[in-house]
Protein backbone atom coordinates (compact mmCIF):
# COMPACT_ATOMS: atom_id res chain seq x y z
CA UNK A 1 0.00 0.00 0.00
CA UNK A 2 1.53 3.32 -0.48
CA UNK A 3 1.40 6.11 2.21
CA UNK A 4 -0.91 8.69 2.37
CA UNK A 5 1.17 10.99 -0.06
CA UNK A 6 0.91 8.38 -2.93
CA UNK A 7 -3.00 9.83 -4.31
CA UNK A 8 -1.34 10.72 -7.72
CA UNK A 9 -0.06 7.04 -8.09
CA UNK A 10 -2.74 4.65 -9.98
CA UNK A 11 -2.04 1.92 -7.36
CA UNK A 12 -3.46 4.06 -5.16
CA UNK A 13 -6.70 3.69 -6.50
CA UNK A 14 -6.45 0.42 -7.81
CA UNK A 15 -6.30 -1.81 -4.50
CA UNK A 16 -5.95 -5.48 -5.82
CA UNK A 17 -6.35 -7.03 -2.16
CA UNK A 18 -7.82 -6.59 1.06
CA UNK A 19 -10.98 -5.40 2.48
CA UNK A 20 -10.55 -2.28 0.45
CA UNK A 21 -10.44 -4.47 -3.07
CA UNK A 22 -12.68 -3.87 -5.77
CA UNK A 23 -14.96 -4.74 -7.29
CA UNK A 24 -16.46 -6.97 -4.49
CA UNK A 25 -16.45 -4.21 -2.26
CA UNK A 26 -18.95 -5.22 0.62
CA UNK A 27 -19.37 -8.42 -1.17
CA UNK A 28 -21.34 -7.09 -4.55
CA UNK A 29 -20.69 -6.62 -7.93
CA UNK A 30 -20.81 -3.71 -9.34
CA UNK A 31 -22.63 -5.38 -12.41
CA UNK A 32 -24.85 -7.93 -12.04
CA UNK A 33 -24.58 -8.93 -15.94
CA UNK A 34 -22.58 -8.01 -19.21
CA UNK A 35 -26.07 -5.88 -20.76
CA UNK A 36 -26.39 -3.77 -17.31
CA UNK A 37 -22.60 -2.59 -17.74
CA UNK A 38 -23.34 -2.15 -21.42
CA UNK A 39 -26.43 0.23 -20.85
CA UNK A 40 -24.22 2.31 -18.12
CA UNK A 41 -20.72 2.90 -20.61
CA UNK A 42 -23.55 3.63 -23.43
CA UNK A 43 -25.06 6.14 -21.27
CA UNK A 44 -21.79 7.25 -19.57
CA UNK A 45 -19.73 7.52 -23.55
CA UNK A 46 -22.82 9.28 -24.87
CA UNK A 47 -22.79 11.96 -22.01
CA UNK A 48 -19.21 12.35 -22.59
CA UNK A 49 -19.46 13.37 -26.03
CA UNK A 50 -22.25 15.28 -25.36
CA UNK A 51 -24.93 13.57 -27.22
CA UNK A 52 -26.86 13.10 -24.62
CA UNK A 53 -27.68 15.62 -21.59
CA UNK A 54 -27.13 13.65 -18.27
CA UNK A 55 -29.87 15.85 -16.40
CA UNK A 56 -32.35 14.94 -19.15
CA UNK A 57 -31.10 11.28 -19.25
CA UNK A 58 -31.64 11.49 -15.59
CA UNK A 59 -34.85 12.85 -15.86
CA UNK A 60 -36.05 10.07 -18.19
CA UNK A 61 -34.43 7.70 -15.61
CA UNK A 62 -36.80 9.39 -12.47
CA UNK A 63 -40.31 8.42 -15.20
CA UNK A 64 -39.22 5.15 -15.76
CA UNK A 65 -38.66 4.20 -12.18
CA UNK A 66 -41.82 6.21 -11.33
CA UNK A 67 -43.82 3.83 -13.92
CA UNK A 68 -42.56 1.13 -13.26
CA UNK A 69 -43.36 1.51 -9.24
CA UNK A 70 -46.68 2.45 -9.93
CA UNK A 71 -47.35 -0.47 -12.22
CA UNK A 72 -45.93 -2.65 -9.59
CA UNK A 73 -46.46 -1.79 -6.21
CA UNK A 74 -45.32 -5.38 -4.65
CA UNK A 75 -42.03 -4.59 -6.46
CA UNK A 76 -41.65 -8.10 -8.15
CA UNK A 77 -39.70 -7.59 -10.89
CA UNK A 78 -37.52 -4.83 -9.85
CA UNK A 79 -34.82 -4.37 -12.59
CA UNK A 80 -33.06 -0.97 -11.66
CA UNK A 81 -30.65 -1.44 -15.29
CA UNK A 82 -33.98 -2.12 -17.16
CA UNK A 83 -35.38 1.14 -15.78
CA UNK A 84 -31.91 2.60 -17.07
CA UNK A 85 -31.80 0.84 -20.30
CA UNK A 86 -35.63 2.46 -21.13
CA UNK A 87 -34.08 6.00 -20.26
CA UNK A 88 -31.58 5.82 -22.33
CA UNK A 89 -33.39 4.29 -25.31
CA UNK A 90 -36.00 7.39 -24.96
CA UNK A 91 -33.12 10.12 -24.40
CA UNK A 92 -31.54 8.67 -27.75
CA UNK A 93 -34.52 8.14 -29.31
CA UNK A 94 -35.23 12.21 -28.61
CA UNK A 95 -31.92 13.30 -29.62
CA UNK A 96 -32.47 11.47 -33.04
CA UNK A 97 -29.57 9.65 -32.06
CA UNK A 98 -31.18 5.99 -33.51
CA UNK A 99 -34.38 5.90 -34.77
CA UNK A 100 -37.30 3.75 -32.38
CA UNK A 101 -38.00 1.97 -35.25
CA UNK A 102 -34.90 1.14 -36.22
CA UNK A 103 -33.50 0.09 -32.90
CA UNK A 104 -36.63 -2.44 -32.98
CA UNK A 105 -35.82 -4.06 -36.31
CA UNK A 106 -32.16 -4.73 -34.60
CA UNK A 107 -33.76 -6.17 -31.32
CA UNK A 108 -36.21 -8.59 -33.40
CA UNK A 109 -33.39 -9.34 -36.15
CA UNK A 110 -30.84 -10.06 -32.71
CA UNK A 111 -33.41 -11.98 -30.84
CA UNK A 112 -33.98 -13.98 -33.98
CA UNK A 113 -30.09 -15.57 -34.02
CA UNK A 114 -30.19 -18.83 -33.06
CA UNK A 115 -29.39 -19.69 -29.27
CA UNK A 116 -25.74 -19.91 -28.96
CA UNK A 117 -25.41 -16.51 -30.42
CA UNK A 118 -23.33 -14.29 -27.15
CA UNK A 119 -26.11 -11.90 -26.28
CA UNK A 120 -24.27 -11.31 -23.13
CA UNK A 121 -21.37 -10.65 -24.26
CA UNK A 122 -19.58 -7.21 -25.78
CA UNK A 123 -20.04 -7.66 -28.91
CA UNK A 124 -17.57 -8.40 -30.70
CA UNK A 125 -15.75 -11.80 -31.35
CA UNK A 126 -12.13 -12.21 -30.30
CA UNK A 127 -12.53 -9.45 -27.45
CA UNK A 128 -11.71 -11.04 -24.30
CA UNK A 129 -13.49 -9.28 -21.33
CA UNK A 130 -12.11 -10.84 -18.86
CA UNK A 131 -13.75 -8.70 -16.30
CA UNK A 132 -17.07 -10.62 -16.10
CA UNK A 133 -15.35 -13.93 -15.96
CA UNK A 134 -16.33 -14.47 -12.49
CA UNK A 135 -20.01 -14.05 -13.44
CA UNK A 136 -21.71 -16.88 -13.16
CA UNK A 137 -23.78 -17.46 -16.89
CA UNK A 138 -27.26 -15.78 -17.06
CA UNK A 139 -29.97 -18.07 -18.00
CA UNK B 1 -45.64 4.83 -25.27
CA UNK B 2 -43.83 2.10 -25.42
CA UNK B 3 -39.88 1.83 -26.20
CA UNK B 4 -38.55 -0.45 -28.98
CA UNK B 5 -39.81 -3.74 -28.44
CA UNK B 6 -40.34 -3.83 -24.27
CA UNK B 7 -40.76 -7.44 -24.07
CA UNK B 8 -37.88 -8.31 -26.10
CA UNK B 9 -35.00 -9.36 -23.86
CA UNK B 10 -33.07 -6.15 -21.78
CA UNK B 11 -30.04 -7.62 -23.03
CA UNK B 12 -30.53 -8.16 -26.83
CA UNK B 13 -32.52 -4.33 -26.56
CA UNK B 14 -28.84 -2.94 -24.74
CA UNK B 15 -26.90 -4.90 -27.88
CA UNK B 16 -29.21 -3.53 -30.28
CA UNK B 17 -29.28 0.15 -29.23
CA UNK B 18 -25.14 0.04 -28.53
CA UNK B 19 -24.86 -1.90 -32.46
CA UNK B 20 -26.84 0.88 -34.11
CA UNK B 21 -24.87 3.76 -32.12
CA UNK B 22 -21.34 2.80 -32.95
CA UNK B 23 -22.22 1.75 -36.58
CA UNK B 24 -23.71 5.55 -36.71
CA UNK B 25 -20.29 6.40 -35.17
CA UNK B 26 -21.74 8.02 -32.26
CA UNK B 27 -20.12 5.94 -29.72
CA UNK B 28 -17.06 4.52 -29.30
CA UNK B 29 -16.60 0.62 -28.23
CA UNK B 30 -13.50 1.56 -26.64
CA UNK B 31 -14.70 4.33 -24.52
CA UNK B 32 -17.13 2.39 -23.71
CA UNK B 33 -15.09 -0.15 -22.20
CA UNK B 34 -13.00 2.36 -20.20
CA UNK B 35 -16.11 4.02 -18.56
CA UNK B 36 -17.07 0.06 -17.22
CA UNK B 37 -13.71 -0.73 -16.46
CA UNK B 38 -12.90 2.30 -14.46
CA UNK B 39 -16.21 1.77 -12.10
CA UNK B 40 -15.88 -2.27 -11.79
CA UNK B 41 -12.12 -2.33 -10.78
CA UNK B 42 -10.99 1.39 -9.81
CA UNK B 43 -13.52 3.21 -8.56
CA UNK B 44 -15.33 2.36 -5.04
CA UNK B 45 -15.75 2.65 -1.77
CA UNK B 46 -12.41 2.78 -0.82
CA UNK B 47 -12.25 6.05 -2.26
CA UNK B 48 -14.39 7.47 0.34
CA UNK B 49 -12.58 5.54 2.89
CA UNK B 50 -9.43 7.32 2.37
CA UNK B 51 -11.51 10.27 3.07
CA UNK B 52 -12.81 9.60 6.22
CA UNK B 53 -9.44 7.97 7.72
CA UNK B 54 -7.75 11.43 6.35
CA UNK B 55 -10.32 13.52 8.14
CA UNK B 56 -9.93 11.47 11.58
CA UNK B 57 -6.40 11.78 10.95
CA UNK B 58 -6.45 15.46 10.02
CA UNK B 59 -8.90 18.12 11.75
CA UNK B 60 -7.56 20.78 9.35
CA UNK B 61 -8.71 18.22 6.46
CA UNK B 62 -12.08 18.00 8.03
CA UNK B 63 -12.81 21.05 8.59
CA UNK B 64 -12.13 21.60 4.65
CA UNK B 65 -14.24 18.44 3.89
CA UNK B 66 -17.33 19.83 6.05
CA UNK B 67 -17.10 23.38 4.30
CA UNK B 68 -16.85 21.97 0.94
CA UNK B 69 -16.51 18.29 0.16
CA UNK B 70 -15.92 18.40 -3.08
CA UNK B 71 -12.88 20.39 -3.43
CA UNK B 72 -11.58 18.71 -0.20
CA UNK B 73 -12.33 15.34 -1.78
CA UNK B 74 -10.57 16.40 -5.16
CA UNK B 75 -7.52 17.21 -3.15
CA UNK B 76 -7.17 13.23 -2.82
CA UNK B 77 -7.04 13.14 -6.64
CA UNK B 78 -11.20 11.64 -6.14
CA UNK B 79 -13.20 13.53 -8.81
CA UNK B 80 -15.87 12.64 -11.56
CA UNK B 81 -18.76 11.80 -13.13
CA UNK B 82 -21.67 12.55 -9.91
CA UNK B 83 -19.18 14.27 -8.10
CA UNK B 84 -20.04 17.82 -8.79
CA UNK B 85 -21.65 18.67 -5.29
CA UNK B 86 -20.65 16.66 -2.65
CA UNK B 87 -22.07 17.48 0.62
CA UNK B 88 -20.43 15.61 3.46
CA UNK B 89 -22.52 15.45 6.62
CA UNK B 90 -20.46 14.44 10.13
CA UNK B 91 -22.68 11.78 12.50
CA UNK B 92 -22.13 12.59 16.13
CA UNK B 93 -23.52 10.81 19.19
CA UNK B 94 -26.82 12.78 19.16
CA UNK B 95 -27.44 13.07 15.04
CA UNK B 96 -27.11 10.16 12.60
CA UNK B 97 -27.94 11.17 8.90
CA UNK B 98 -28.62 8.75 6.42
CA UNK B 99 -28.30 8.88 3.26
CA UNK B 100 -31.21 7.98 0.07
CA UNK B 101 -31.62 9.00 -3.57
CA UNK B 102 -35.93 8.90 -3.26
CA UNK B 103 -36.69 9.62 -7.11
CA UNK B 104 -33.55 7.32 -8.74
CA UNK B 105 -30.00 6.74 -7.24
CA UNK B 106 -27.89 9.74 -6.52
CA UNK B 107 -24.93 9.15 -5.42
CA UNK B 108 -21.39 10.35 -4.85
CA UNK B 109 -20.02 8.20 -7.70
CA UNK B 110 -16.02 9.24 -7.10
CA UNK B 111 -15.90 8.50 -3.69
CA UNK B 112 -18.63 5.62 -2.99
CA UNK B 113 -18.79 3.71 -7.12
CA UNK B 114 -21.61 2.95 -8.28
CA UNK B 115 -24.50 2.26 -5.52
CA UNK B 116 -25.27 -1.01 -4.10
CA UNK B 117 -28.43 -2.89 -4.85
CA UNK B 118 -30.48 -2.12 -2.19
CA UNK B 119 -29.78 1.35 -1.94
CA UNK B 120 -31.57 1.48 -6.06
CA UNK B 121 -34.60 -1.18 -4.79
CA UNK B 122 -37.83 1.07 -4.52
CA UNK B 123 -38.33 -0.38 -0.71
CA UNK B 124 -35.44 0.99 0.63
CA UNK B 125 -35.81 4.47 -1.36
CA UNK B 126 -39.58 4.65 -0.22
CA UNK B 127 -39.27 3.04 3.34
CA UNK B 128 -36.52 4.53 5.11
CA UNK B 129 -38.05 8.34 4.93
CA UNK B 130 -41.24 6.47 6.45
CA UNK B 131 -39.82 4.95 9.38
CA UNK B 132 -35.75 4.83 9.42
CA UNK B 133 -34.67 3.45 12.54
CA UNK B 134 -37.11 0.47 11.97
CA UNK B 135 -34.85 -0.37 8.39
CA UNK B 136 -31.34 1.05 10.17
CA UNK B 137 -32.66 -1.67 12.58
CA UNK B 138 -33.23 -4.34 9.70
CA UNK B 139 -29.33 -3.22 8.47
CA UNK B 140 -27.71 -3.98 12.19
CA UNK B 141 -27.97 -0.33 13.40
CA UNK B 142 -30.41 -0.08 16.51
CA UNK B 143 -30.01 3.72 17.20
CA UNK B 144 -30.93 5.28 20.88
CA UNK B 145 -34.19 7.07 21.30
CA UNK B 146 -31.77 10.03 22.25
CA UNK B 147 -29.98 9.92 18.50
CA UNK B 148 -31.79 12.08 16.13
CA UNK B 149 -32.12 10.72 12.55
CA UNK B 150 -31.51 12.82 9.56
CA UNK B 151 -32.71 11.31 6.49
CA UNK B 152 -31.20 13.15 3.41
CA UNK B 153 -32.22 12.98 0.06
CA UNK B 154 -29.37 12.88 -2.74
CA UNK B 155 -29.93 14.81 -5.81
CA UNK B 156 -28.18 15.87 -8.74
CA UNK B 157 -28.10 19.40 -7.11
CA UNK B 158 -26.55 17.87 -3.62
CA UNK B 159 -25.15 14.18 -3.75
CA UNK B 160 -24.08 13.35 0.06
CA UNK B 161 -22.11 11.50 1.94
CA UNK B 162 -21.61 10.17 5.85
CA UNK B 163 -18.38 10.99 7.82
CA UNK B 164 -19.04 8.51 10.37
CA UNK B 165 -18.16 8.72 13.87
CA UNK B 166 -14.31 7.34 14.64
CA UNK B 167 -14.66 4.21 16.52
CA UNK B 168 -12.68 4.43 20.17
CA UNK B 169 -9.40 2.24 20.99
CA UNK B 170 -8.24 3.37 17.19
CA UNK B 171 -6.00 6.30 18.54
CA UNK B 172 -2.83 4.19 17.80
CA UNK B 173 -3.42 3.69 13.67
CA UNK B 174 -2.22 4.87 10.95
CA UNK B 175 -4.69 6.77 8.49
CA UNK B 176 -4.24 3.54 6.08
CA UNK B 177 -5.14 1.52 9.04
CA UNK B 178 -8.14 3.51 9.79
CA UNK B 179 -9.46 3.17 6.16
CA UNK B 180 -9.76 -0.10 6.13
CA UNK B 181 -12.06 0.11 8.63
CA UNK B 182 -14.40 2.12 6.86
CA UNK B 183 -17.44 0.57 5.07
CA UNK B 184 -19.38 1.93 2.59
CA UNK B 185 -22.57 1.54 4.42
CA UNK B 186 -20.75 3.46 6.86
CA UNK B 187 -20.93 6.28 4.62
CA UNK B 188 -24.08 6.14 3.28
CA UNK B 189 -25.31 6.07 7.37
CA UNK B 190 -26.78 2.55 7.28
CA UNK B 191 -23.99 1.26 9.68
CA UNK B 192 -21.42 2.85 11.98
CA UNK B 193 -17.95 2.11 12.05
CA UNK B 194 -16.73 -0.92 14.52
CA UNK B 195 -13.92 -0.99 16.36
CA UNK B 196 -11.02 -2.85 14.95
Same mark, same amino acid.
Given at each position: ??????????? !????????? @??????????????????????????????????????????????????????????? !? !??????????????? @???????????????????????????????????????????? | ??????????????????????????????????????? %??????????????????????? %??????????????????????????? *???????? =????? /????????? /??? *?? &????? *? &???????? %???????????????? =? #???? =???????????? *???????????? #? %? /???????????????????
Amino acid at each position: MNDSAGHADPG !YLLDSSGPA @APPRDNGELVFAAPWESRAFGLALALNETGLIDWEDFRQALIREIGDWEAAHPSGEGWS !Y !YECWLRALERTASAR @ALVDPRALADRAAQLAALPAGHDHQGHGHEGHEHEIHNEIPDHP | MTTAADHIDPAVRAEALASLLIERGLVDQGTMDNFIKTY %EQSVGPMNGAKVVARAWADPGYA %ERLLADGTTAIAELGFKGPQGEHIVVL *PNTPKVHH =VVVCT /LCSCYPWPV /LGL *PP &SWYKD *P &SYRSRIVR %EPRAVLAEFGLELGDD =V #EIRV =VDSSSEVRYMVL *PMRPAGTDGLSE #E %E /LATLVTRDAMVGVAEVAAP
